[in-house]
């Protein structure tokens, strides 16, 4: 698997492919503009419960309500 990633896919290997990142205010623009719904997958797992109000206030439009992950009384 190391060799493989050395020789292949490492930085600078002839398979490297450049990752990138969007910011989710992007994601959530692309995904408007491209007419489709943004939602937030697996709230119940986030850290950060006012993660959800900055989402909300940028525009997401849905929030999954059941996950199986989720702990008793979260959905």
């Known amino acids: 698997m190391d060799e ?3 020789r292949f896919l490492g930085d600078g290997a ?3 492919v450049r990752r990138f990142k969007n910011t989710v205010e992007r994601s959530i623009e692309v995904i408007h503009a ?3 719904i943004s939602v937030i997958a697996h ?3 986030l ?3 006012g993660l959800i109000h ?3 206030g940028k525009g997401v439009m849905g929030i999954e309500v059941y ?5 008793p ?3």
């Not at 996950?67 to 702990?71: D, I, L, R, T």
């Open 4 to 6: 493989a990633f050395t």
């Open 67 to 71: 996950c199986h992950e989720h702990k």
């Open 14 to 16: 002839p398979c490297y």
């Open 34 to 36: 491209h007419k489709g």
């Open 43 to 45: 709230p119940g797992l």
């Open 47 to 49: 850290e950060d419960e």
């Open 73 to 75: 009384g979260q959905g």
């Open 54 to 56: 900055y989402l909300i």
